[in-house]
T-cell receptor
Framework: GEDVEQSLFLSVREGDSSVINCTYT??????LYWYKQEPGAGLQLLTY?????DMKQDQRLTVLLNKKDKHLSLRIADTQTGDSAIYFC????????????FGTGTRLQVTL | NAGVTQTPKFQVLKTGQSMTLQCAQD?????MYWYRQDPGMGLRLIYY???????DKGEVPNGYNVSRLNKREFSLRLESAAPSQTSVYFC???????????????FGPGTRLTVL
């Protein structure tokens, strides 16, 4: 079955790196995504990674995928107060087109 | 270019009342979705429409109906609202081109529904 899990809360100081973790159970995942939700807003896609990749970097964001352990992480370098939000990982499965299964979300708090 | 719009932004209902949440997208997307978001549970898919004229159940369809009115609009109806349906409802759309990795879902701003 499909199950995506995340820790609920992470607090980091401005300028430090943040690492948000996610585990998933379905080995047939094809793509894995990271979305950001700011207060009172909808979800915004940050980045995604194909399941046959190990790493993807996009400016301050680095996604690492350990397919053997079904573990996905999002690293945000030089975290800023504007990065404070809820971060969701999501997976899509082979044959389900755009259907996504979301994790519970990690609330990132950036302190000065 | 408004993207995905949802109305209303806020709604309070009494148990047993009915209402329809409206969603429209102006990106010529094929696929549209309705999710609900509850604290500590992430987003759960209620219904989706892979293309105009089709709708399918998601993870939590009970108590809801949907209509894909045309390519732009996808509405969600609560026939007899219950307190358990208190939630934030998000509509999303995607191109539906069969390329999941690039088939980004774009989300509306959400409707905050309270059922008393």
């Amino acid at each position: 079955g499909e199950d995506v899990e995340q820790s609920l809360f992470l607090s980091v100081r401005e300028g430090d790196s943040s690492v948000i973790n996610c585990t998933y159970t379905d080995s047939s995942s094809t793509y894995l995504y990271w979305y950001k939700q700011e207060p009172g807003a909808g979800l915004q896609l940050l980045t995604y990674i194909f399941s046959n990749m190990d790493m993807k970097q996009d400016q301050r964001l680095t996604v690492l995928l350990n397919k053997k352990d079904k573990h996905l992480s999002l690293r945000i370098a030089d975290t800023q107060t504007g990065d404070s939000a809820i971060y969701f990982c999501a997976e899509s499965l082979t044959g389900t087109a755009s259907k996504l299964t979301f994790g519970t979300g990690t609330r990132l708090q950036v302190t000065l | 270019n408004a993207g995905v719009t949802q109305t209303p932004k806020f709604q309070v209902l009494k148990t047993g009342q009915s209402m329809t949440l409206q969603c429209a997208q102006d990106m010529n997307h094929n696929s549209m979705y309705w999710y609900r978001q509850d604290p500590g549970m992430g987003l759960r898919l209620i219904y989706y429409s892979a293309s105009e004229g089709t709708t399918d159940k998601g993870e939590v369809p009970n108590g809801y109906n949907v209509s894909r009115l045309n390519k732009r609009e996808f509405s969600l109806r609560l026939e007899s609202a219950a307190p358990s349906q208190t939630s934030v409802y998000f509509c999303a759309s995607s191109g539906g081109q069969g390329r999941p990795g690039a088939d980004t879902q774009y989300f509306g701003p959400g409707t905050r529904l309270t059922v008393l």
